[in-house]
């Protein structure tokens, strides 16, 4: 089985930083993305970002710019570096990721818990 741990979320004041982190546990044979979607009260949950095994990375427009995907697989862990936040960017952020694990069939898409970001003044 596979777990995902995020971790780093918080209050924060506009224009601030978070860097919120994706630990990837458990009998892990591959993991081949890493991603990040986030969901707001009332609303649904939203592509934010995504980073391949080998390292190409794709964003939502709305984060372009100010938000930074990376991995460090060696550490089976996904990062989040947010900057720049707005209000609008508050939600729980979710980390997503497809792994092949011993004792699997075949890649599976799995999920963390989840972490709140809160970005008000």
């Known amino acids: 089985q596979v777990q995902l741990v995020e971790s780093g979320g918080g209050l924060v004041q506009p224009g601030g930083s978070l860097k919120l982190s994706c630990q990837v546990s458990g009998t892990i044979d591959s993991i081949y993305i890493i991603a990040w979607y986030r969901q707001a009260p009332g609303k649904q949950r939203d592509f934010v970002a995504v980073?391949?095994?080998?390292?190409?990375?794709t964003y939502a427009d709305s984060v372009k710019g100010r938000f930074t995907i990376s991995r460090d697989n060696a550490k089976n862990t996904g990062y989040l570096q947010m900057n720049s936040l707005k209000p609008e960017d508050t939600a729980v952020y979710y980390c997503?990721?497809?792994?092949?694990?011993?004792?699997?069939?075949?890649?599976?898409?799995?999920w963390g818990q989840g972490t709140q970001v809160t970005v008000s003044s």
């Open positions: 997503n990721a497809v792994v092949s694990w011993v004792g699997g069939t075949r890649p599976d898409n799995w």
């Open positions: 980073i391949a095994s080998g390292g190409t990375t």
